[in-house]
């Protein structure tokens, strides 16, 4: 965007907001703003006499965007903060690094544009990235509203297939250091490759198509030990962006990024990729592949075959692909079904979801991806939707399947996987589901889904470093996922790793401010550690009534807040009842009432409520311990 295209339309008005200790290093970019042709206010205008606070509340109204400039001095200052704060809620705010420093609470949900290396070239990527930021401030800052998709109700899929798993802890001589490496510090590998979703040329119908293509070829290079590939939650962000190539490489800490488009005329396929080498931002390779529609299984594997080539010097064996299909009818069955899975928008789109892999199956009946798949929405639709007496049919339905595709490709981590969460799950199956869950780790731990649900599992079942090493390595493939995060609380809280639980749960907020669970764990943490009040005010801002509700009953208590805490109690009981009688037996617990407690976990066990697998690593069971009724319980529940 040079000078005259900004002007060409209509010149942007811009406020800059900095801490005047910054003025030297601030005029550099106020002049390379004007050289591009904005329209830049910031206080070094203001006439001698003029009211300081009138004139900026004026600037600030009429400005097209509030560049905010956080620096070690900005963050500190009550104006840059106002004035950020102006711009973000009348959605205008471009916020920028001068030196690296993170922005302060409030507006760490928006990415802030590092200029720390800038060194007043107008073409480098940096300031091209805040010109175009603020042609159009507030779009390229934060996580769209279908990335949040806030829910009203308690989602079973995510508490159960991922609890709420970790972040990466490093145990170092007595202390946990969960940081290093996470958050864009660390140098991406050379062998670490992010593949966008490929764009839809023609026809947007053909959406799920293209996705699903870049999909398949993800899943096919996760399976790769010796690649690292970035997870599509956190790839996915960048889908249609025009963001330079190495900041969006850098983001999310890889080397390599595989992009690419797909047109479909007829019986026809055109698939175009490309690698770009992050470090330099060029093409290390492209090659466009013109085939009927039934090779596009061809066509997959050699994309991903000659990027696994390019990136590792010694790869061994291709990567196999069995599970798969050759009846391309049976794979767009499987494409749209995955689609309407992903979208986890209601109890709609994943009926719709298995009636496409239904047909996937009907189409070819030795399609194991397919049968691994409609395992997976069966498990969802009874842990979500289900009333009480479909639950055994339809968590037997979903074993069978998981089964079956287990049967055709043993190999195939998905199979195993679906396997495992559906006896874990739906007969909490505890010992049944360890082989399933060692297996698909092994096969498909280059899959950060993977990662995060065998985590979860390993925490449940007091394998706490194991868990730490899976999750440490789901995290760095999918490094912008605030729910990896939100999960990491969970491991951490099991694992008695309180300030990285509370560390854990803050970066997941900060990715996403409306995620639910994250306060709730985050009060968790914060009560085991004993601050209370800090405790007290993360319940009250966690949005989902399960989160929120028991720890408001357990912090009340502890404050001496007695009503309060019967109130919040009273409340979870009438709203909830048994769907969250193990959270009334961790009140119970927590209050000291252990008869009551015991009697809470013996409905638990009756109605087969899934809380019981956090029962052998739960810390706020632990007043339960001692009592010779505990173990027989773990026992019983094969947690012992």
Partial sequence: MTGEAASADKRRCVFLSYARGDRKRVEPIAQALRDAGIDLWWDALIEGGEAFARKIEERLAIADAVVAIWSRASVESDWVRDEAGQGRDSHKLVPISLDGTEPPLGFRQYHAIDLSAWRGDAAAPEFVALLRAIAAPGERTTSSASDRRPKSGASR??????????????????????????????????????????????????????????????????????????????????????????????????????????????????????????????SRWSQTFDRKLSDVFAVQSEIASTVADDLASRVGTRPKTSGGTDNVAAYEAFLHGRTLFSADKDESTDRGALAQYDAAVTLDPDYAAAFAARSRVKAAIASTYAKPDELRTLYDAAIADAQRAVAIAPDLPQAQLALAYALYTGRLDVEGARAPYDRAYALGGGDADTAVSYAFYCSRTG??????????????????????????????????????????????????????????????????????????????????????????????????????????????????????????????????????????????????????????????????????RFQPLLRRLHLA
């Fill in 157 to 282: 899929r995510w508490i159960l297939a991922f609890g709420g798993v970790s972040l990466a802890a490093v145990l170092a001589t007595g202390g946990i250091i969960w940081r290093t490496g996470l958050l864009g510090r660390s140098r991406a590998t050379a062998n670490s490759v992010a593949v966008i979703p490929f764009e839809t040329l023609g026809d947007a119908s053909q959406a799920y198509f293209s996705e699903g293509l870049a999909e398949e070829i993800r899943a096919t290079l996760a399976r790769d030990d010796a690649l690292q590939v970035a997870a599509p939650t956190s790839s996915n962000k960048f889908r249609g962006l025009s963001e330079d190539a190495r900041i969006i490489a850098e983001k999310l800490g890889v080397a390599f990024l595989l992009e690419g488009s797909v047109q479909r005329a007829a019986d026809m396929v055109r698939v175009t990729a490309e690698l770009i080498d992050a470090t330099t931002g060029l």
């Fill in 463 to 628: 394998r706490s470093a194991r868990a730490i090493e899976a999750v440490e390595r789901a995290t760095r493939l999918d490094r912008l996922n605030p729910r990896a995060f939100r999960a990491a609380a969970s491991v951490q809280i099991a694992a008695r790793h309180y300030e990285a639980a509370v560390q854990a749960a803050e970066e997941g907020l900060r990715l996403d401010p409306t995620l639910g669970y994250a306060n709730g764990y985050k009060g968790v943490a914060l009560f085991l550690l004993g601050r209370l009040a800090e405790a007290r005010a993360a319940f009250l801002t966690e949005p989902r009534d399960m989160g929120k509700l028991p720890g408001l009953a357990i912090v009340e208590r502890k404050l001496g807040n007695a009503a309060a805490a019967e109130a919040a109690m009273r409340t979870l009981v009438d709203t909830l009842g048994d769907s969250a009688i193990y959270q009334q037996a961790e009140v119970l617990a927590q209050w000291g009432q252990i008869d009551r407690a015991f009697a809470a976990l013996q409905r638990a066990e009756t109605v087969g409520d899934a809380g019981l697998m956090w029962s052998a690593t739960d810390p706020l069971l632990d007043p339960l311990r001692t009592d010779p």
